[in-house]
């Protein structure tokens, strides 16, 4: 047990790795929240155990089984975001590898955890039956309205539809080893949730409201009640005009050493103009590439993101892509000089920088694929969609 500490509430709780599990009666479902995967971040963890105990008082129909998975235990009793490697930048296949086989007296704080959270999942995936849903619980350092982050496959994006909240695609393609891409590489609907600001009340209301919504979405509770739409409408509330499809096109990365500083005063989903200042760095303005929205902007000291540009997708791409995505258009891409499959798994294209240049990124988002960068010559483009274990979700009501 650790004892965790919320400034929203001032009040102490006491967990463990299973913050609390609820085994229904009936068929359904298998369900995984994560609270404080980042130890500032306790407004899950606190959510979690709220939702949980009224959830057993109130006696209701549950469909399937539920899970309250607490993240950086060590850092959440610390209050701190981790202690020496971000642990929600861990999860790329070769260091999970590295740390299982490592002895503990060898790891960090963070990495013990990892190894800790892994035997926790892979237990409850091997003893629970699909559908499986995985929803990963944050809060930001500067103030926002709440809002999701989504890895860019059409299952993830069928689920996300059904909440009223603005929807960011794509930031897989900015981060290295977040916990949700690994998860999705499994095949599983998973996504990140972003409640609001780390230490406001409004933040644990907003991860309640989630919190219930995702069990009416995903069948445990099957009516929809008064209370759903009740919910509903807290999160509607908090977004009303920004419920659309968004789409990162840049990252500002800060480097180690760096001195980055936000200029005061932005709030998320800020609109900023081309060559606006928006941060500094030693000292040095840092201004907008292009017009567009700030996103999640930094003013914490921890972190390496300082903040990102979205802009939004029109409607029109995403059918398009939804189309594109469902016939396998890009099984003809291997037919143009310099694309060709990465493996023999046809889910990666290795791309000749050469002739890159010709596709824009958009292209190759269009049909499923999120590129990274393996080498001088080459990049490696990766497709969402071929990992989607449709077969296990394809009776649920959101689907069809
Ligand atoms: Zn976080």
Redesign the pocket.
């Known amino acids: 047990m650790r004892k965790i500490y919320s400034k929203a509430l001032d009040k102490n709780l006491e967990v463990s790795r299973i913050i609390c599990k609820i085994e229904g009666k009936k068929p359904g479902p298998t369900i995984i929240f994560m609270g404080g ?2 130890g500032n ?1 306790p407004s899950g963890v606190f959510a979690l155990q709220q939702v949980f105990s009224e959830i057993k008082k109130k006696k209701k129909d549950i469909f399937g089984s539920l899970f309250a998975l607490s993240g950086n235990l060590w850092a959440l009793e610390k209050g701190v ?1 981790y202690q020496k490697e971000d642990l ?1 930048r861990l999860w790329t296949e070769d260091s999970i590898k590295k740390i299982i086989k490592s002895g503990n007296n060898q790891l960090s704080e963070d990495a013990l955890q990892l190894k800790e959270i892994y035997k926790t999942l892979v237990a409850i995936i091997e003893n629970h039956s699909p559908p499986f849903y995985f929803f990963d619980l ?3 350092s500067g103030e926002t309205i709440p809002f999701i982050t989504v890895n860019d496959s059409l299952l993830n994006r069928k689920f996300t539809k059904q909440y009223p909240l603005p929807l960011v695609l794509g930031i897989e393609e900015y981060l290295e080893g977040p916990l949700l891409s690994y998860i999705n590489e499994l095949g599983y609907v998973a996504f990140g949730y ?1 409640a609001g600001q780390h230490d406001a009340l409004s933040a644990i209301e907003n991860h309640v409201a989630f919190i219930y919504l995702s069990l009416y979405f995903s069948g445990v509770f099957k009516e929809k009640d008064p209370a759903f739409y009740q919910y509903f409408e807290v999160l509607a509330k908090s977004s009303i005009h920004r419920i659309h499809f968004y789409e990162i096109f840049f990252r500002y990365q800060i480097l180690p050493r760096e001195h980055f500083k936000m200029q005061p005063g932005f709030v998320n989903f800020q609109p900023v103009k081309k060559d606006q200042v928006v941060a500094f760095s030693n000292n040095k303005k840092i201004k907008a590439i292009k017009t567009g929205k700030l996103f999640m902007p930094l003013y914490q000291g921890q972190g390496e993101d300082g903040f990102f540009l979205i802009k939004r997708v029109p409607k029109i791409f995403l059918k398009i892509s939804s189309v594109l995505r469902r016939v396998r258009f890009d099984k003809l891409l291997p037919l143009l000089p310099g694309v060709s499959w990465a493996s023999g798994t046809k889910n990666a294209l290795l791309v000749n920088k050469k002739i890159a240049w010709l596709f824009a990124r958009e292209f190759f988002h269009l049909l499923g694929y999120r590129s990274k960068q393996v080498n001088k010559t080459h990049l490696l483009v990766k497709n969402r969609e071929e990992a989607a274990k449709y077969e296990d979700y394809k009776n649920e009501k959101w689907l069809n």
Do not use: A
């Open positions: 995967i980042h971040e975001r929600n944050h809060t930001t972003e």
